[in-house]
């Protein structure tokens, strides 16, 4: 499903990736561990197609997307992929129905069924009394669902998540956590979190360290 190869990343002198493979089957739970400065968000953008490699590639489902131009990486990201942050990333000037059309709008979709979508996925994520609220007015939670709605609206295969509880309370984070595993069961996703949450780790089906750049 997700193969990384001979990924090198540097930022001016700090060379931050330093040959990282990697190898993700369909339908599995990654976590993706490590100190603070190991390269696990870089990591996991280059695998989103976010940022490029200074060398090697990146496969999915044998597509080599790590050299596709700017435009086909971004429409790639928009029909394949989602991305859950830690601090959700929900735009303040719209209401939770709205954030999570946004990347059908992208796509392509109609109004009125990417608002079908929409609806049905925060209905699934038990958020139909939120959709005209604005994220100002839902708690960290609610938050937190809203943009897994939005990672899922267009149907992606892959869910990438960078520390999706960490800005949790612990009740909140267990039910993250749930989810996340309920997910995949129920849509047979492939999910890669990078994390310092180790409850959430050791419940994912592999775990993978990384130290200075490379994977221990």
């Given amino acids: 499903m997700i193969e ?24 599995e739970i990654v976590a993706v561990v490590g100190p603070s400065g190991a390269g696990k968000t870089t990591l996991l953008q280059i695998l989103g197609t976010i940022d490029n490699p200074d060398q090697g590639l990146v496969l999915i489902e044998g597509q080599d997307v790590s050299h ?12 394949h992929l989602g991305f859950i942050f830690q601090f959700h990333q929900l735009l ?11 990347p059908a709008l992208i796509a392509g979709k109609d109004s009125k069924s990417a608002a079908q ?7 699934h ?27 899922l609206v267009n149907n992606p295969k892959i869910i990438l998540a960078d520390e999706p509880s960490g800005s949790l309370d612990t ?14 069961a129920q849509f047979g996703l492939t999910i890669i979190i990078v994390t310092h949450d180790e409850a959430l780790a050791t419940l994912s089906d592999r775990k993978i360290e990384m130290k200075d750049g490379m994977i221990l």
Avoid at 4 to 27: M, P, R, T, Y
Avoid at 117 to 123: I, S, T
């Fill in 4 to 27: 990384a190869i001979n990924i090198h990343k540097s930022f001016d002198e700090l060379h931050v990736l330093k040959g990282v493979n990697l190898k993700v089957e369909q339908g």
């Fill in 68 to 79: 596709l131009n700017e435009k086909q990486q971004s429409t790639f990201r928009n029909l």
């Fill in 92 to 102: 303040p000037e719209f209401t939770a129905l709205e954030n999570v059309m946004i």
């Fill in 117 to 123: 979508k929409a609806k049905e996925l925060l209905k």
């Fill in 125 to 151: 994520l038990q958020l139909s009394d939120r959709l005209e609220h604005k994220p100002s007015e839902l708690s960290g939670g609610e938050k937190q669902r809203v943009a897994v709605a939005r990672a």
């Fill in 171 to 184: 009740k909140n984070k267990k039910e993250l956590h749930q989810l996340l595993f309920d997910l995949r």
